[in-house]
């Protein structure tokens, strides 16, 4: 009922391009053949019962297999459909990306397509969004069928990003969550190539809150990222929110110079008092291979943000559009229903 009132009041700006429709759900789609048709029933059981205008925006991010025959198969009398076909596999974040901009609704959740940010928690999530919140965060306490590694290696990089990153990026806080409006016209202006989505999306601000869930296992299908593809993740959430480790570089170097200076002014003493009895290779092998090793590292680093302004340079598009279809008529049959 609330809910109803809610979309009238935000109805009352006439000249508003978004008033037919109140929620967006974006999901993005690759291989994921063997969990959609239970996904799609799923999210349709929880649409059809709110009362308000949605769209399911599914984001086929150039699977192998047969999810876009099956994207085009679902349907729904009551929610409009959106599936949009990238032109090959441009990465989840790209995805998301090609979702919010299509995106029509006046709150937008972000979904996997997996189940695993269970749908159950969108009248929730709506009914935060209603007490005037921009942004709903959904925080993980626990994380279900994933492997030890991946736990731990999440939970210590989510506290690394948060402490190197200049915007407060919240803690177990993966995509799903929702968006209102005005955070989603922010997060459009916002061109940049190297799209680590946890961090645009948390960039603009607004009011936020958020809701705690455990985080069930993967209805079916596999994980879609490989080690080094996570590791390639992480990396670009830290260089694309933070020059602290260009920073820590030069600290590290300036602190090594140092200690270096004071080795050297002991060494000089020791041999004006004892001589030298030319002995010392081993320490010498290790500064050295240690000197070696932390330049490396610095040029990496370097490497790291250079290659990133490069990619940025070539402004290239972010997603290419194959296919999009809407399956509009519901929607409008609804607006005039
Ligand atoms: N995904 C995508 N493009 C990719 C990889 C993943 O659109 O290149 C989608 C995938 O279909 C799923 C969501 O991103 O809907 C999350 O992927 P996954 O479940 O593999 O990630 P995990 O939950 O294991 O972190
Ligand atoms: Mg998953």
Redesign the pocket.
């Known amino acids: 009922m609330h809910l109803i009132s809610a979309s009238k009041s935000l109805f009352k700006h006439s000249n508003d391009p978004y008033k037919n429709v109140t929620l967006s759900v974006i999901?993005?789609?690759?291989?994921?053949q063997e969990v959609l048709q239970q996904f799609h029933s799923t999210v349709l059981n929880i649409l059809e019962a709110l009362p308000c205008l949605c769209e399911i925006i599914y984001?086929n991010?150039?699977s192998q297999d047969d999810s876009w025959t099956l994207l085009q198969s679902l349907s729904s009398t009551e929610v409009n459909i959106v599936r949009i076909n990238l032109s090959r596999?441009?990465?989840?974040e790209a995805?998301?990306t090609a979702g919010l901009d299509n995106a029509q609704g006046q709150a937008v959740i972000l979904?996997?397509?997996?189940l695993?940010d269970p749908p159950e928690l969108i009248p929730k999530m709506l009914a935060k969004w209603q007490q005037g919140y921009d942004v709903v965060n959904m925080k993980r306490t626990q994380r279900h069928g994933?492997s030890t590694f991946?736990k731990l290696s999440a939970h210590w990089y989510y506290r690394l990003l948060s402490f190197l990153s200049d915007v407060p990026i919240e803690k177990d806080v993966?995509?799903f969550r929702l968006l209102s409006r005005r955070v989603i016209e922010q997060i459009k202006n916002l061109p940049e190539r190297t799209r680590y989505m946890k961090g645009i999306m948390a960039w603009p601000g607004f009011s936020q809150a958020t809701i705690t869930f455990e985080r069930p296992e993967?209805a079916a299908?596999?994980?879609?990222?490989s080690f080094f593809q996570l590791i390639g993740l992480g990396l670009s959430g830290i260089t694309s929110f933070s020059v602290k480790p260009l920073k820590l570089a030069t600290w590290l170097g300036a602190g090594i110079s140092f200690s270096t200076f004071i080795f050297g002014i002991f060494l000089l003493f020791k041999t004006l008092v004892f001589g030298n009895d030319v002995a010392g290779y081993p320490s010498m092998m290790l500064v050295q291979l240690f000197l070696g090793g932390i330049q490396l590292i610095a040029i990496g680093l370097l490497g790291e943000y250079v290659g990133r302004i490069y990619i940025e340079s070539k402004a290239r598009p972010i997603y290419i559009v194959m296919d999009n279809y809407s399956s509009k008529a519901s929607i409008s049959e609804q607006s005039h229903g």
């Open positions: 999901v993005p789609v690759y291989n994921e984001v991010d150039g596999n441009f990465g989840k995805a998301m979904l996997d397509a997996d695993q994933e991946k993966g995509d993967r299908g596999e994980t879609k990222w």
